[in-house]
């Protein structure tokens, strides 16, 4: 299913020339190698572009649609008018010199395999220079000093003739076109995802851009070992891909991937999706809307768009109008050693994601601090609040992210690490914070348990709630008010020393701190006083002065937000007598 959606994918971008045909592909190149017509080698060329990381310009290598790379392993595979110093020059930094001189031999073979028939001047230069270029004397050539330690470094080369690259003539194309469609690596059999019978591919080409794989590019379709081979089959014979839709499928996922500003990167998946049709409106929309990536639109905008779609009204999305029942896909990918793993896959219409992903923000939705500027949670600004934000790696954990992620856009249960989590950083720092307190909102709304009533799971604070644990957390806020108030700067309050066992065992702490509250209340004027009595009186009318021993974890988290409405509602009111 994922292999025939990327084809799909492949063939759409196709139609509308967003991507390269079957046989060639996008190739980070760094230099070229400038030829004269008898394929004498004249100068070496940067082709590099300056290009914008941060607050800093850097050079980075041209991306160009060359013959498609081969996918390497340990042995000597050479690529066609673009590869590195070892096959194009037989130059390189290896002290294993006969390997060496056997990939340029190599490299030698496939172009004059390719070229010797075509009648192009192009083609005779490249033939000449692999005819009388000497590897011996490679590193001497004045052609390459001041350029050598790049070059051997594994930089990527093409060629050049009278300013023109060598792989744009007609001729030479066209000698690469019919060789591509001609050869396979494999038998011919049924393709499992076209259904048509071709050659299979016994090594699919890499895939690059999935944050933490290699570099170079990893397989999502690999069987390197004889415990994964049935029937004697090896590497992917044992699941028959054909040539044409391995390369569709590999173009396709490289091809998202390489577009960065559609990539989302959630602890160590890297997540892309497009929708049937291939139009990038439908990205741009659901990852501003999911993900909450820079977008031309507001957030109210983004917000009024998904209503109207929901609702069954047209929305035009960047000059795109937006089908709510469009075909729409999510990937996500994580690296495992030279392979790729799936985090997970899932495909439902367009409007059905937004759906989902609404009921998610209505959820996560709580009354938030007059300093955050988020007026909605974006899912990776969640995942963050269930990590130690002083530690060195502040990503959250790899499986937890996935595992939300799918919750979300499939509107299931969330998984209890996310509670879990939110929870410990809870307990650690004793810091209810407005992401913490959302993870508890969501998680129960969406995950209910007998001992957390809704009643308890609001946006802002509901002061009609009998409920004890949220009671209790809101009495703790106001004695936490009138110490600050009785003893301004404090260095170590109630909260730093008494959090964590007033939210379990309140049976025990709760005593003491009303003890020492009435030390604190001395302290005030009377106006102050009376108006922190009042509200000390009204909530233990409401617990008739009775505390429970313990408190199980659920009832933690209805005390935990009871603590953080109280508190956001203090604050509240400091901010509207500031007003007045």
Request: glycine share 6%.
């Amino acid at each position: 299913m994922i292999l025939q959606a990327l084809v799909q994918h492949y063939e759409d971008l196709t139609v509308k020339g967003m991507i390269a045909p079957p046989g060639w592909s996008p190739v980070k190149v760094f230099y070229s190698l400038e030829l004269d017509e008898e394929g004498r080698l004249l100068r070496t060329a940067s082709i590099q572009q300056e290009v914008q990381k941060g607050k800093k310009t850097v050079l980075a290598p041209q991306t160009i649609d060359l013959p498609s790379p081969v996918k390497r392993t340990v042995g000597i595979a050479s690529n066609f008018l673009c590869d590195n110093s070892t096959y194009l020059l037989g130059l390189d930094e290896k002290p294993d010199v006969q390997r060496t001189r056997n990939c340029f031999a190599d490299s030698r073979s496939l172009h004059e395999k390719l070229l010797k028939n075509i009648d192009s001047v192009p083609a005779r230069a490249v033939l000449r220079f692999f005819q009388t270029w000497d590897p011996e004397k490679a590193a001497e050539h004045p052609a390459l000093q001041g350029y050598l330690s790049d070059i051997t470094a594994g930089a990527n080369l093409i060629f050049r003739l009278n300013g023109a690259f060598v792989h744009n003539d007609p001729a030479i194309r066209q000698a690469w076109q019919t060789h591509y469609d001609a050869e396979g690596d494999g038998p011919k059999a049924v393709c499992l995802v076209t259904g048509r019978e071709s050659p299979v591919e016994a090594v699919h080409p890499a895939i690059k851009g999935v944050r933490g794989a290699q570099s170079s590019g990893a397989a999502l379709v690999s069987f390197n070992a004889p415990a994964f081979c049935s029937y004697g089959k090896t590497q992917n014979l044992n699941a028959p891909t054909g040539k044409y839709a391995s390369f569709a499928y590999t173009a396709a996922l490289n091809h998202l991937l390489a577009d960065r500003e559609h990539t989302q990167i959630l602890g160590d998946t890297t997540v892309v999706c497009w929708a049937q049709g291939g139009e990038p409106a439908f990205q741009d929309a659901f990852g501003a809307f999911a993900f909450g990536l820079q977008s031309s639109y507001t957030e109210k905008e983004l917000q009024g768009m998904v209503k109207n779609l929901l609702n069954g009204l047209p929305v035009q999305f960047d000059e795109t109008l937006l089908d709510r029942d469009r075909p729409f896909y999510i990937l996500g990918l994580a690296p495992n050693a030279a392979r790729l793993s799936v985090r997970f896959f899932l495909r439902n219409s367009f409007g059905e994601f937004l759906k989902n992903v609404q009921n998610h923000y209505d959820r996560i939705e709580i009354v938030k601090p007059a300093y955050d500027s988020f007026n909605t949670l974006p899912l990776w600004k969640l995942l963050g609040e269930t990590v130690n934000q002083k530690s060195k790696d502040k990503s959250p954990s790899p499986n937890m992210a996935g595992a939300v992620l799918r919750s979300v856009l499939m509107d299931e249960p969330y998984p209890a690490t996310l509670l879990q989590g939110a929870l410990l950083r809870i307990r650690a720092e004793q810091e209810v914070t407005r992401g913490r307190a959302a993870i508890i909102k969501a998680y129960y709304l969406k995950n209910p348990h007998q001992n957390i009533d809704k009643e308890v799971l609001t946006v802002s604070l509901n002061p009609d709630s009998t409920n004890i644990p949220y009671t209790l957390g809101r009495l703790f806020s106001v004695l936490e008010a009138v110490q600050s108030a009785a003893v301004p700067g404090i260095n170590a309050t109630i909260k730093d020393r008494y959090f964590n066992a007033a939210s379990s065992t309140p049976g025990h702490i709760f005593p003491t701190l009303l003890n020492l509250t009435q030390k604190h209340l001395r302290k005030l004027e009377v106006g102050i006083r009376v108006f922190y009595e009042k509200q000390i009186t009204e909530l233990m009318g409401i617990l008739s002065e009775e505390f429970p021993p313990q408190l199980s974890l659920p009832q933690q988290g209805a005390f935990q937000l009871g603590y953080y409405h109280q508190t956001q509602k203090r604050y509240e009111k400091k901010e509207e007598t500031q007003n007045v």
